[in-house]
């Protein structure tokens, strides 16, 4: 069966199409969770109305090292830059804690507590205990 090359142009065009809405897509939906990431949490939504947080901070800074850490496969190469995150993480105030979810959700549109425990049952590994004690704390957190 021969093409013809109009049909290959046409099938050219479309895929063309195809890409630029797909790109078009993914550039939107970044934009708008990096909106949507900036906003302000809101005190009613915290554990103690934000008192638990210091003036001045932020949770951007940490929810973007987290979800840079959470995103890739480091096959545990860069396990202890991850596991200094967690600790300074669980470090955290129950509001900052909580304001980090909720930036970190928000920004990514995804979840960190399922984020952190699918990383560990990805490599078939059993959760550490720092990561068990931050997935503890969020499920009281409710999170």
Do not use: C
């Amino acid at each position: 069966m021969e093409l013809s090359v109009k049909t290959l142009k046409v099938a050219g065009i479309v895929v063309l199409i195809a890409i630029t809405l797909y790109i078009a897509g993914r550039y939107t939906m970044k934009k708008k969770a990096e909106k949507e990431g900036k906003a302000p949490i809101k005190s009613e939504d915290l554990p103690n109305s934000g008192s638990g947080i210091p003036k001045g901070w932020t949770p951007s800074g940490i929810a973007e090292r987290l979800y840079i850490a959470l995103k890739g496969w480091s096959f545990g190469f860069l396990y202890a830059k991850n596991l200094r995150l967690y600790i300074e993480l669980n470090a955290l105030t129950n509001d900052q804690f909580v304001a980090v979810f909720k930036a970190y959700n928000r920004a990514y549109d995804k979840n960190l507590r399922e984020d952190i425990a699918r990383e560990w049952s990805a490599y078939g590994r059993e959760t550490h205990q720092v990561e068990q004690i931050i997935l503890d704390r969020a499920e009281r957190l409710e999170l």
